[in-house]
């Protein structure tokens, strides 16, 4: 698959399919044992650790805080890689990391214990520090796994803004309906190591769905919302 600047990408796929292997091979953090991972043409394994971090921003689906930081200076680290060695941020890397919880409405937990907000806070506290590396491509491992439903849809928000901005963002998630309100690829990984790759429109339908999850979904079209929804039928 290829997945270039300005474009946002949906993962879905049942449990143990292999999503989360499938972008952490992305993000170099597992090593692969066919096949490449480029960017801009460059294959990952010729590339340091550095390199890749100045690359690629990536989420994993569960963070486990180690201090008491500040939110502010938690995300301020997502600065590192564009940093010399032993020089502490400054008061770019601050405005940095300020803008990136502007742009996920956080800045309101600036000054909270990391440790101490709610787990899905800190998910998305998570994105804003991916977000301050000022990375090209963007990895989210369920982002919105931790979140209700109006946090889920301002991070889907939030992401196809991004994507608007220039950004190349991937995401794994269990829904087909973000897949769907995205709007933009899809790729499915089944159970038996199948790999389907398109649009929203060509992959999800009601008939792939039911053979994906072994359940009956409908896909209906809604007037007003331009866009289809994924339904589980009556039981």
Known sequence: LELPEGASLAVLGPNGSGKTTLLNCMARQTSTNT?????DGTDTGSMSTDEIARSIGFVPQTVVPAFAYATLDYVVTGCAPRMGLF??????EY????????LMELTHLAHKPYTEISGGERQQVTIARALAQQAGILLMDEPTAH??????V???RIIKTLAARGYAVCITTH????ALMLG?????????????????????????LSSLYDI????????GLDRDICVAHPF
């Open 175 to 178: 829904n087909p309906d973000h």
């Open 35 to 39: 096949g490449h991972v480029r960017i």
């Open 216 to 223: 009956d979904i409908l896909v209906r079209r809604i007037d």
């Open 184 to 208: 933009d690829r899809v790729a499915v990984l089944g159970r038996n190591g199948s790999f389907t790759f398109g649009t929203p429109e060509s992959v999800i339908t009601g008939t792939f």
């Open 95 to 102: 405005e940095t990391a300020w803008q990136a919880l502007e």
């Open 87 to 92: 020089r502490k941020p400054g008061p770019a």
């Open 154 to 156: 301002k991070v889907l």
């Open 147 to 152: 979140l209700d439903y109006g946090n889920q």
